[in-house]
């Protein structure tokens, strides 16, 4: 039996150093590449079509909102799992300087509507589908957060789920004279990370309008389907 483990426990690791991909548990997360933006840094510009068609820009929102960008994929259960604080904290302070910009990578718009329905997201949901964004900020797991400041800076990089008090935290340094109290805590879940799909394509971060039946699908493996 412990023969049997052993080499299961193997094929997983060079499954995974194959693919590039990262698991969940069981093998050490790679970090983020050298030149992956970090907190600190200017986040770079993109802009990307909602499910609804409307392009959105990065940069309509310097000088007048602290953003939290969010990517995320429908098979991904550390991306569902903290979508409930998100709804919460969202609707708390959407009207405080304070926007959610989730980026989906790589899927289908139809299931990502299903998706927003299913889970009564009340935030603007982006389309990644090429996956020029998600290489530009290269996800080593998902979800990646990013809150980012009102002059464009990242003030925050996280890696899988991020914790709904962890926020609120941080959205009171960002944003004066608020009341960012948390409520009840929210602690990171066991597997609060998933492996982020590999972008092939490139750097650039302006993206077409999605298309349902030219995006590229990817199951709870990372595999196009």
């Known amino acids: 039996m412990r023969i049997k483990t052993a080499v299961f426990t193997g094929l997983i690791a ?5 693919s590039g991909a990262v698991p969940c548990e069981g093998v050490a997360p790679k970090e983020a590449g050298s030149d992956a933006p ?39 259960n550390p991306c569902k799992q903290e979508i ?23 899927e289908k718009k139809e299931v990502v509507k299903e998706f927003i329905k299913k889970f009564e997201i009340n935030y603007p949901v982006l389309i990644d589908g090429m996956g020029k964004v998600s290489k530009m ?9 990013l809150l980012i400041d009102k002059s464009g800076r990242i003030a925050v990089r996280q890696e899988g789920f991020f914790p709904e008090d962890k926020l609120l935290a941080e959205l009171a340094k ?19 990370s ?15 309008p999605p298309a349902p039946d030219s995006s590229t699908a990817r199951d709870a493996g990372g595999r196009t389907r």
Do not use: M
């Not at 392009?55 to 969010?70: I, M, S, T, Y």
């Not at 900020?137 to 957060?145: A, E, H, I, M, T």
């Not at 009341?179 to 879940?189: M, N």
């Open 14 to 18: 060079v499954f995974f150093a194959l």
């Open 38 to 76: 970090q907190a600190g840094q200017q986040a770079p510009e993109l802009s990307l079509y909602s499910v609804e068609g409307k392009k959105v820009k990065l940069q309509d929102f310097k000088d007048k909102k602290v953003v939290l960008l969010n990517f995320f994929a429908t098979w991904c």
């Open 84 to 106: 409930p604080s998100f709804v919460k904290v969202y609707d708390r302070f959407k009207d405080r300087d304070f926007i959610i910009l989730a980026i989906d990578i790589q």
């Open 137 to 145: 900020y290269q996800p080593v797991n998902l979800p990646l957060n």
């Open 174 to 192: 960002l944003l004066p004279n608020i009341d960012a109290a948390p409520g009840v805590k929210t602690a990171a879940p066991a597997g609060a």
């Open 194 to 208: 998933a492996a982020a799909p590999a972008a092939t394509h490139s750097a650039s971060a302006i993206d077409a």
